[in-house]
Each structure stands twice: as C-alpha cells, then as structure tokens.
C-alpha cells in the first residue's frame, strides 16, 4: 500500500498531481484549505486516512457530509483535534469502514448511523456534550466500541443488543474527564455476545438492572462508579466472571446482597470502595475465588469472618480490623497476603500452610504475629508505613529470604528494632526504604552473604565494602558511624589508614581525591623518616603508574631492589590503584610511598637526558615541545617516544595532558599515562587518571547541528572543582591554541587571576583586543555558506550556543588590560552579546569598536562616554530601530549598519519584508562627513 504525509507546507506542490498510487494518507493540517474536493481530486483512491490537527481553535475545518461524500472508498478513518459533525451523514457513505477514531464528535444523537455498517469491526468516539444515542441493526459487524463522554454529556441511550459486540468500554475519559455533570442512561441494552465492559460514571448513574442481559460469561467486568446505587440483579444471569471489578467512590447505600448471586465462577474480584456498607453474603460461599481485593472503610464488611474462599490464591484486604481475618484460616491456598490498616496486630492471626509473600501496609503491633514467626513458607516480607515495636524471633521462619521495610511518611513510622532479622537463618536481601542520617549497629549483625540496601545509597555501598573486609566489627561501627554523616566528599574527616586501605582494595572511587591525597602525606612523612633509593627494597602493591621495565631499570642504576614478596625484607611499599591483601600491610614497619616520590627519586638519582642540564637539552626540549603543539597526532606519537627514553620536565605537563584528554587512541593515552605517572601536583595527578575525556566534543551532533566549543566548555566547567581552577584555566588555554576555541571558558570567568590576564592580553593584535578571537565562534562558520551566515544572524545562540550550555555566555572584560596594554580598538564581534559586556567603560578611549553579529537590540546611554570613537560596526545585529545614543557621537568618521536588523530564517534578506534600518536625518546632519554603509 502506497503511503504518503501531506503537511500545510507541501500541500499546494502536492496538489497540482493526481496521486492514483496513494491508499494511506497522513495529514496534518492547520489551514483550511485545501477543500475536501480539491483532496479528493488529488488523491482519489485512498482507502485509509489519519488527520492532525495543530492550528487555533478559530480556524478548525470540520469532518462532516461533505468529507464522506468525497471519500466514499474509505475503510479506515482516524481523526486528532478536528471536530466531526455528523448531521445529514448517509450510511452509504461509510460502508466500506473497517475502523473509525473520532477524538471530538459533537453530535452523538447521530451515533446510530455507524450501527449497521455490515464491516465496521472497529469504533472508537469521543462524544462533546448533547445527548448519546446509538442504535445498531442486525448487519452490524461491530466488534469493538468505545465512546467517551466529554463537555456535558446529558444522556445515554444506546441499544447495541442486535449487534455482535465483543468489547465495550464507555463513559469518562479517566483523569482527563471533563463531563461535569450527572449523565441520564435512557436506555442501555447490551448483546449476548459482549465478553469486555468497561464502564465509567462519576456523577450519581441511575444504573439499569440486568445491566449485563443474557450474557452467561465474559471475561472482563470493570466498573468505576461515583455515588452509585447499584441495582440488586446488576449482572443479570452472568454466571462467570475472569476478572471483576467494581469501583465506587464516595458514601454509597449498602451493596445489594444478591449483587452476585448468580455467580458461579469468578478469577479476580476487585471491590474498590470508599464507605460502603456490605456483608460477608455478598459473597456465595464457596466462590472458586483466586484473587480478591478489597478496600472500604474499617469495620463497613460486617460479619467478615463468615466468608469461605476455599480457593484464594491472592488477597489484598484493606479495610478489616484486626477482629475480622479470623476467616483466612478457610483459604489455606493463599500464597500471597496483603494487609492494610490493622490497628493492632492480633495475637490469634491464623496459620497459612500456603504462604509466601505477606505485606503489611499502615499497620500496628507489638510484633508480628506469632503464626507469621513460626512460618517455614513465608519467603518474603514487607511493610510499608507499620509501627512495629520490633519484629521478634524469626529463627522458624527458615524459608524467609527477602525482608522491605519501609517507614512511613510521618515522624512517629519508624523502623522496627533491626535485631531480630540477624535471628533469620535463610536470609538473602534486605531493603530498608529510609535514610540513615545515623547508621544502625544491628546491621553489622546480619549475615555477610545478605544483600542489604538502604538510604544513602552511598553509605549502603560503603557499608557492603566495609562488612566483607577484615576490619573488626569495632573498626567497621567506628568507620560507618562517621561515613552517616558525610554527604559529599569533601566532608570526610582525617581516617585511619585501615580505611583508605579498604576502599582502595574495593575500587571504590567516591573518595579517590582523599585516598591520593592521604597517600602523598604518607609518603612524604616516609621520605623525610627514611628516604628511599640505594639499599631500599620495594614491593608494589597494586597498580602503578611506572613502567615495570623502567623501574627494573632504575633500581640497577640507583642500586634499590623489587621483591615479589611483602616479606621482612621489604622498606618501602609502593601503593598503586586497586591493590590487594591490603588488610596484611604491616605500616608499623613499611614506609608508604607513590609514584611520585619514586619520580623525584629517579629524577634526581638518575636523571634522563631531557632532565640533565637544560643547556644541552634545550634545543632537543624545543624540537618536543614543538611536536607536541602540531596537529598531527603522528608528530605526537613520536614525541612521546622520544620523552619515554629522554624524560618528562615540567613544561610539558600541559602539552601531554591535552594530548591525553583528546585523543581517541586508548593505546596512546595509556603511553602517555605512564609518562605522566607521579608528575605535578595532586589535582593533576587526579585529572590524569581520571576517565574525563574531550576527543568527542566537537563536531557535528547526530541531527547535523554544529556543537562548537559549547560540549567541551560545559564538561570543563563540570570538572572545575576536581582538577581546580589553574589546571582547567591552563587545558582551556592549550586546547585554544590546538583548536581555535574552548577559551569561552576563561573569558567567561568573574574573578580576575594573573593567569587569566596573561590569557587575555595574548589577545591583543597591535592596538587591538581581538575579543572575538578569543570568542572562537567564528569556526562555526568558517566553512559555512551564505545559509550557515543568515541562520547565525537570525538566532546566534542556536547557532553557537549549542543546547544552552553557555548559559548567557557573558565574558567580562577586565580593567587592568587597558593599564598594561595599548588598545585603540575593540573587536566584539560575534560574541554572543545581547547587552554590552561588564568592563566597557575601562575602554572609553578607542577608537574604534565592532559589535557586529551580535543579537543587540539596543545601545547603552554609556556610549555616549566614548568621546574618541571614529570607527562603530553594527552589522548583522537586531536592532528595530536606529539607536538614540548615536544622536550623541559627534566624531563618527565609519558607521557600519548593514543588516543590522535581523533576519527571518525562512524568508531571508530578499523578502520584501525585510526591513533595513533607516538612518534619521538629524545623525546625517550631525556627521555629515561620516561614511555610512546601508543596505
């Protein structure tokens, strides 16, 4: 089947053919043309037709006789946000429908011209407000039908007894229902053949009695009521239900006795009351019943205990007392249990052979009940919102393998006294849906093989960690007392070495900044105690940073020695990431050292060459550092394999660091890793290590749209306080001399640091802050066309502020620059401004200023101030007006306005609609020597 979309947009294209092919029409449509005529002689086979709608309410086209006139042939009609007028529809017209969706009919009194179309299986209408009336024949072949009752509906009158129906569902549209008032139901007659009824009426339904008429079984009975008074032979002479449901809200009459007592069979029973009255004869004794929920008001069944569900296999009650589950001893079947609302748990609960999950919501007790306790079956137990003293000896219930508690909303819900579930010998998990803002020593008592989960889950995983090491239950309570109270990870206090010892063995990263950071102290305190080099024997705990060869190399040069074994020859321990047996490390004796004390070793012991004598090396460091800023990752590649054998100094942190940060080559980081292993300080240590990577950021995203610095500025900001600001200051810098951009990152900073201002006044070109390079936008565009330049002029932040992640993209400009530097002119093109950076007023002298391709809509009365300003280009900026403050400048030799209003993408600068911007008489006058560029 040929298929085709036809928007607003193309409609007039489409139009001008005759599509004979087409059978499947999607359209979405706003205007009301083009007329159904036109539609049909354009497409004059279609058989299957969707409509959208997503124009104003004002100029909605309808679905009426005319629609069906034109398109006789259709056997399927779906139609979103139009409205369909059925008045003076012909049968005729829709005898080839085999599915209709109306989401908005305002004439259900002619519903009855769908009820005997011999191949219509399927109707789905939502009917808006007057009355409903549908009829069907003997020809129906309706199988399916809905109708939704919305905007006030006033009455029901439907006859569909003829028809072959299998599904109805009809009333209000769910939380959406808008049908304010009480619907009338003149008439509901319903045939033999229904199997699903779904039926929604809130307002008060005067229901009729036989409802469900000769039907014997069916299988899906759902019932949502408002204020209901149910008739008492309701499901007339239905013998079998699947699954029941009859939901009433707010204060009813009882429910009739006989409401069920033809029933025979019935799976599922679900009464969803809110104060309703009934019995325990409601219900035949002896029901074949497998699942039952019940919710009504405590105490409102009455002579609970009589019911015999012989055959119960799942219950949800909610609304007994703790005097009304006597009962449950007559369903020995029940496999699943849950309870709500008991105000005192009794001491009687009868014993349950079969059971497996029991649930506790909103209840009271001591404990639990003793024939719960003594359960073998009972495999899992939950409670939601209980207050239980505790929950007693658990050791009978050998089968108990999962455990959820969870407190209540309320202050006075807490948990149970922890203790007893260590009694439990079978169990395998525990859930406990709270926040420990102080952590439970019972916990520690649990089972080593139990899974234990609960709030945070950080401290829940610290926990896990901590209670399968060899700390001492002692060391493990002082360890997590602490850790209760540490939300980030900054907040960790001074810890004993046993901890850091743990996490590092256990991979466990949320404090790897404090674990490297305990590690340097240690090895400091090492080296100035007992230094290491000649005569030192080392083992090397985990992973570290250095080469094995290369230190098989260095301990021949320096005359240390590497041991296999942690044995009494050791002195030093090197401590790398993720080491092993850490519960074995004897620190009384060994001296804790890292890679960077076994760098400055070698550095000084046995320097390589780069490392020796600068005056020799300094021509070869020159060659490095040049190919390490080339392009070419090639170039890259073998600088560092000349560093591997010459050594690393420290100006070439930086230019390693963003060979490593954006290189797409893991064999190569891994190099480079390695090179880096123990240099700099500890922030660097931390970023070198860490998975943060940037050879992904630029580019093209997945829909086309150029992502620009704005991914790499966001992800640097987000590591700011991680690898801190002089390292992400010094990468923006580096990965700006690689690529052009990323230094948005340091002209968006507030506070004013040297490091910034030497940045910055690399800006300077002659007499010229270059802002704008600095911006680094314009590699948007550098391979962009004419398109590319018009969509940057119409919206600048879609443009070159991909997704936002600039935020506003404001870049201060700093007042000490004009004090060291001489700058007569400002290039703040195509910098994002919407108003004029923080700081202009420290250039008042210059002469020249650009603020071209910027979103200004207007100029500041502070211009005026710039006394010696010659040169002003506002060129491809927004303004709808001239700007006053130009009235003010008497001195302007070069006034740039050209497309100096913007654009609309769609219609661009040809369009007659675009408007140039109009130079008033009196500017002419006032600087009639000044060249002024126009459209």
Same mark, same amino acid.
């Given at each position: 089947?040929?298929?085709?979309?036809?928007?607003?947009?193309?409609?007039?294209?489409?139009?001008?053919?005759?599509?004979?092919?087409?059978?499947?029409?999607?359209?979405?449509?706003?205007?009301?043309?083009?007329?159904?005529?036109?539609?049909?002689?354009?497409?004059?086979?279609?058989?299957?037709?969707?409509?959208?709608?997503?124009?104003?309410?004002?100029?909605?086209?309808?679905?009426?006789?005319? *629609?069906?006139?034109?398109?006789?042939?259709?056997?399927?009609?779906?139609?979103?946000?139009?409205?369909?007028?059925?008045?003076?529809?012909?049968?005729?017209?829709?005898?080839?429908?085999?599915?209709?969706?109306?989401?908005?009919?305002?004439?259900?009194?002619?519903?009855?011209? *769908?009820?005997?179309?011999?191949?219509?299986?399927?109707?789905?209408?939502?009917?808006?407000?007057?009355?409903?009336?549908?009829?069907?024949?003997?020809?129906?072949?309706?199988?399916?039908?809905?109708?939704?009752?919305?905007?006030?509906?006033?009455?029901?009158?439907?006859?569909?007894?003829?028809?072959?129906?299998?599904?109805?569902? /009809?009333?209000?549209?769910?939380?959406?229902?808008?049908?304010?008032?009480?619907?009338?139901?003149?008439?509901?007659?319903?045939?033999?053949?229904?199997?699903?009824?779904?039926?929604?009426?809130?307002?008060?339904?005067?229901?009729?009695?036989?409802?469900?008429?000769?039907?014997?079984?069916?299988?899906?009975?759902?019932?949502?009521?408002?204020?209901?008074?149910?008739?008492?032979?309701?499901?007339?002479?239905?013998?079998?239900?699947?699954?029941?449901?009859?939901?009433?809200?707010?204060?009813?009459?009882?429910?009739?006795?006989?409401?069920? @007592?033809?029933?025979?069979?019935?799976?599922?029973?679900?009464?969803?009351?809110?104060?309703?009255?009934?019995?325990?004869?409601?219900?035949?004794?002896?029901?074949?019943?497998?699942?039952?929920?019940?919710?009504?008001?405590?105490?409102?069944?009455?002579?609970?205990?009589?019911?015999?569900?012989?055959?119960?296999?799942?219950?949800?009650?909610?609304?007994?007392?703790?005097?009304?589950?006597?009962?449950?001893?007559?369903?020995?079947?029940?496999?699943?249990?849950?309870? @709500?609302?008991?105000?005192?748990?009794?001491?009687?609960?009868?014993?349950?052979?079969?059971?497996?999950?029991?649930?506790?919501?909103?209840?009271?007790?001591?404990?639990?009940?003793?024939?719960?306790?003594?359960?073998?079956?009972?495999?899992?137990?939950?409670?939601?919102?209980?207050?239980?003293?505790?929950?007693?000896?658990?050791?009978?219930?050998?089968?108990?393998?999962?455990?959820?508690?969870?407190?209540?909303?309320?202050?006075?819900?807490?948990?149970?006294?922890?203790?007893?579930?260590?009694?439990?010998?079978?169990?395998?998990?525990?859930?406990?849906?709270?926040?420990?803002?102080?952590?439970?020593?019972?916990?520690?008592?649990?089972?080593?093989?139990?899974?234990?989960?609960?709030?945070?889950?950080?401290? @829940?995983?610290?926990?896990?960690?901590?209670?399968?090491?060899?700390?001492?239950?002692?060391?493990?309570?002082?360890?997590?007392?602490?850790?209760?109270?540490?939300?980030?990870?900054?907040?960790?206090?001074?810890?004993?070495?046993? *901890?850091?010892?743990?996490?590092?063995?256990?991979?466990?990263?949320?404090?790897?900044?404090?674990?490297?950071?305990?590690?340097?102290?240690?090895?400091?305190?090492?080296?100035?105690?007992?230094?290491?080099?000649?005569?030192?024997?080392?083992?090397?705990?985990?992973?570290?940073?250095?080469?094995?060869?290369?230190?098989?190399?260095?301990?021949?040069?320096?005359?240390?020695?590497?041991?296999?074994?942690?044995?009494?020859?050791?002195?030093?321990?090197?401590?790398?990431?993720?080491?092993?047996? #850490?519960?074995?490390?004897?620190? #009384?004796?060994?001296?804790?050292?890292?890679?960077?004390?076994?760098?400055?070793?070698?550095?000084?012991?046995?320097?390589?060459?780069?490392?020796?004598?600068?005056?020799?090396?300094?021509?070869? #460091?020159?060659?490095?550092?040049?190919?390490?800023?080339?392009?070419?990752?090639?170039?890259?590649?073998?600088?560092?394999?000349?560093?591997?054998?010459?050594?690393?100094?420290?100006?070439?942190?930086?230019?390693?660091?963003?060979?490593?940060?954006?290189?797409?080559?893991?064999?190569?980081?891994?190099?480079?890793?390695?090179?880096?292993?123990?240099?700099?300080?500890?922030?660097?240590?931390?970023?070198?290590?860490?998975?943060?990577?940037?050879?992904?950021?630029?580019?093209?995203?997945?829909?086309?749209?150029?992502?620009?610095?704005?991914?790499?500025?966001?992800?640097?900001?987000?590591?700011?306080?991680?690898?801190?600001?002089?390292?992400?200051?010094?990468?923006?810098?580096?990965?700006?001399?690689?690529?052009?951009?990323?230094?948005?990152?340091?002209?968006?900073?507030?506070?004013?640091?040297?490091?910034?201002?030497?940045?910055?006044?690399?800006?300077?070109?002659?007499?010229?802050?270059?802002?704008?390079?600095?911006?680094?936008?314009?590699?948007?565009?550098?391979?962009?066309?004419?398109?590319?330049?018009?969509?940057?002029?119409?919206?600048?932040?879609?443009?070159?502020?991909?997704?936002?992640?600039?935020?506003?993209?404001?870049?201060?400009?700093?007042?000490?620059?004009?004090?060291?530097?001489?700058?007569?002119?400002?290039?703040?093109?195509?910098?994002?401004?919407?108003?004029?950076?923080?700081?202009?007023?420290?250039?008042?002298?210059?002469?020249?200023?650009?603020?071209?391709?910027?979103?200004?809509?207007?100029?500041?009365?502070? /211009?005026?101030?710039? #006394?010696?300003?010659?040169?002003?280009?506002?060129?491809?900026?927004? *303004?709808?007006?001239?700007?006053?403050?130009?009235?003010?400048?008497?001195?302007?030799?070069?006034?740039?306005?050209?497309? @100096?209003?913007?654009?609309?993408?769609?219609?661009?600068?040809?369009?007659?609609?675009?408007?140039?911007?109009?130079?008033?008489?009196?500017?002419?006058?006032?600087?009639?020597?000044?060249?002024?560029?126009?459209?």
């Amino acid at each position: 089947m040929s298929h085709f979309e036809l928007d607003d947009f193309n409609a007039e294209e489409c139009l001008e053919k005759v599509h004979a092919s087409v059978l499947s029409l999607e359209y979405d449509c706003c205007d009301e043309r083009p007329s159904w005529a036109e539609l049909a002689k354009a497409f004059p086979n279609l058989k299957e037709f969707s409509f959208s709608y997503f124009g104003s309410d004002s100029k909605k086209r309808r679905i009426e006789t005319e *629609f069906f006139r034109r398109f006789p042939d259709l056997t399927r009609l779906k139609v979103d946000e139009l409205t369909v007028d059925l008045t003076g529809v012909e049968p005729e017209h829709l005898n080839h429908l085999t599915s209709v969706n109306f989401d908005k009919c305002i004439n259900g009194q002619y519903l009855s011209v *769908f009820g005997n179309l011999p191949v219509l299986e399927t109707l789905e209408v939502k009917v808006s407000g007057g009355d409903v009336v549908f009829k069907t024949g003997t020809e129906s072949g309706l199988k399916n039908l809905k109708l939704q009752l919305i905007n006030n509906v006033r009455s029901i009158d439907c006859d569909l007894a003829a028809s072959s129906l299998a599904k109805l569902e /009809l009333g209000e549209s769910g939380y959406q229902n808008d049908n304010q008032g009480a619907v009338d139901i003149k008439a509901l007659s319903l045939p033999a053949t229904l199997n699903e009824l779904k039926l929604a009426l809130t307002h008060e339904p005067n229901l009729p009695d036989n409802l469900l008429g000769d039907n014997p079984e069916l299988e899906l009975v759902h019932m949502t009521l408002g204020n209901a008074t149910l008739p008492p032979k309701l499901l007339g002479d239905v013998q079998s239900i699947d699954k029941l449901t009859i939901a009433l809200r707010g204060e009813t009459p009882p429910l009739p006795e006989t409401l069920f @007592a033809n029933l025979k069979r019935v799976d599922d029973l679900k009464l969803e009351l809110e104060y309703t009255p009934c019995s325990a004869a409601l219900l035949p004794a002896g029901l074949p019943l497998k699942v039952f929920h019940y919710r009504n008001a405590s105490g409102l069944m009455t002579d609970a205990n009589e019911l015999r569900l012989p055959e119960l296999d799942e219950a949800w009650l909610d609304g007994f007392d703790d005097e009304q589950l006597a009962w449950l001893e007559h369903s020995p079947k029940i496999t699943y249990l849950n309870i @709500a609302g008991i105000k005192e748990m009794p001491d009687d609960f009868p014993f349950l052979p079969a059971l497996e999950y029991f649930i506790l919501r909103s209840c009271r007790g001591q404990s639990l009940p003793a024939s719960i306790r003594s359960n073998p079956f009972v495999t899992h137990y939950s409670h939601w919102g209980v207050q239980l003293e505790k929950l007693g000896d658990l050791s009978a219930m050998t089968g108990l393998k999962n455990v959820r508690l969870v407190p209540g909303e309320h202050t006075q819900n807490k948990l149970p006294e922890l203790d007893d579930l260590a009694s439990a010998p079978a169990l395998k998990e525990v859930e406990l849906r709270v926040s420990m803002e102080s952590f439970e020593p019972a916990l520690l008592k649990l089972p080593i093989a139990a899974q234990i989960e609960f709030y945070p889950e950080t401290l @829940a995983k610290e926990f896990q960690i901590l209670r399968t090491s060899r700390l001492s239950e002692d060391q493990m309570l002082e360890l997590l007392t602490i850790l209760a109270n540490v939300n980030k990870p900054a907040q960790l206090p001074t810890m004993p070495a046993a *901890f850091h010892l743990t996490m590092m063995e256990a991979k466990y990263n949320r404090f790897k900044a404090q674990h490297k950071s305990w590690l340097r102290e240690q090895a400091k305190v090492s080296e100035l105690q007992q230094p290491f080099g000649a005569g030192s024997c080392l083992f090397i705990a985990g992973r570290s940073g250095i080469k094995t060869t290369e230190l098989k190399v260095k301990a021949a040069e320096i005359g240390f020695r590497i041991s296999k074994k942690l044995d009494n020859s050791v002195t030093h321990l090197l401590l790398g990431s993720c080491p092993k047996q #850490t519960a074995d490390y004897d620190l #009384t004796s060994l001296k804790l050292i890292d890679d960077t004390v076994l760098q400055q070793c070698f550095t000084t012991q046995a320097p390589k060459f780069l490392q020796q004598d600068q005056a020799s090396a300094g021509g070869m #460091t020159d060659s490095v550092l040049a190919m390490l800023a080339s392009p070419d990752e090639g170039c890259h590649k073998v600088a560092v394999e000349m560093l591997a054998q010459g050594g690393v100094t420290a100006e070439m942190h930086i230019p390693l660091f963003l060979i490593l940060k954006t290189t797409a080559d893991n064999a190569f980081r891994k190099e480079i890793k390695h090179l880096l292993a123990g240099q700099g300080d500890e922030a660097f240590l931390l970023a070198v290590s860490d998975r943060i990577l940037f050879h992904n950021v630029r580019g093209l995203d997945q829909y086309g749209s150029h992502r620009g610095q704005c991914v790499m500025v966001d992800k640097l900001k987000k590591q700011r306080k991680k690898w801190g600001e002089a390292l992400c200051t010094a990468f923006a810098k580096a990965y700006y001399d690689r690529f052009g951009d990323g230094l948005m990152y340091v002209l968006m900073q507030k506070e004013q640091t040297p490091e910034r201002l030497a940045i910055l006044s690399e800006l300077v070109e002659d007499d010229c802050l270059n802002w704008r390079r600095g911006a680094g936008f314009d590699l948007v565009l550098q391979d962009g066309d004419e398109k590319e330049r018009l969509k940057l002029h119409w919206h600048p932040r879609y443009k070159m502020n991909y997704d936002e992640l600039l935020g506003a993209a404001k870049t201060p400009l700093p007042a000490e620059l004009p004090l060291r530097e001489s700058i007569r002119k400002l290039n703040l093109g195509n910098c994002l401004l919407s108003t004029l950076p923080t700081g202009i007023d420290h250039y008042q002298h210059i002469s020249e200023l650009s603020l071209s391709f910027n979103p200004l809509e207007t100029l500041p009365t502070s /211009l005026v101030n710039f #006394t010696q300003l010659e040169s002003l280009d506002l060129s491809y900026c927004h *303004f709808r007006e001239f700007p006053k403050v130009l009235l003010k400048l008497s001195n302007l030799k070069r006034l740039d306005l050209r497309r @100096a209003c913007r654009v609309d993408y769609d219609s661009g600068y040809d369009d007659p609609s675009y408007r140039s911007l109009t130079v008033p008489d009196a500017f002419r006058a006032l600087n009639p020597d000044c060249e002024i560029l126009e459209d």
